[in-house]
């Protein structure tokens, strides 16, 4: 059976930015695992038994990043899957897009994570090393880009 994830692709926008480059002043919110290769991925975790898939997107988040569902607003009809192996055996992580309401609110990490970052879509795709993530968040950035 495949090993189920969800998470939120975090966003948000700097007040600095001309409102005629709608994505110029995007920034994305990746967090740096502290185990294994110290991969950085948006906030996301693993779908227990009984639990809903965008309730596990909303804890995962609150629990890695310390944010609350009430700081976010959730982009409607944005939602993409991704599947590949782990360690043999097939993952499916699902991925809802969300934006900050304050783009000064506070992270607080927990134990699973070393740091984070709030980057640009360039930056945020370099850190990504896996292509599936820097390709969803090309998408979403031009989705933003062409709203």
């Known amino acids: 059976m495949a090993v189920r994830a969800c998470g939120l692709i975090i966003y948000r926008r700097l007040q600095s930015a001309p409102s005629s480059k709608v994505a ?25 038994p009984g639990e809903d898939d965008l309730q596990t997107a909303f804890w995962e988040m609150q629990e890695e990043a310390g944010l609350q569902a009430s700081q976010l607003t959730l982009i409607e009809g944005y939602k993409k899957e991704l599947h590949y192996p782990v360690r043999g055996k097939p993952k499916t992580v699902i991925y809802w897009l969300a934006e900050m309401k304050d783009c000064n609110t ?12 709030w980057m640009k879509l360039e930056d945020a795709c370099k850190f990504a090393e896996y292509e599936d993530i820097q390709a969803m968040l090309k998408e979403v950035h031009q989705c933003m880009s062409s709203s």
């Open 24 to 48: 110029y002043g995007i920034e994305y919110l990746l967090l740096q695992t502290s185990y294994g290769a110290h991969h950085w991925t948006p906030p996301k975790g693993h779908v227990d």
């Open 106 to 117: 506070e992270i607080k990490l927990s134990e699973e994570h070393q740091a984070f970052q």
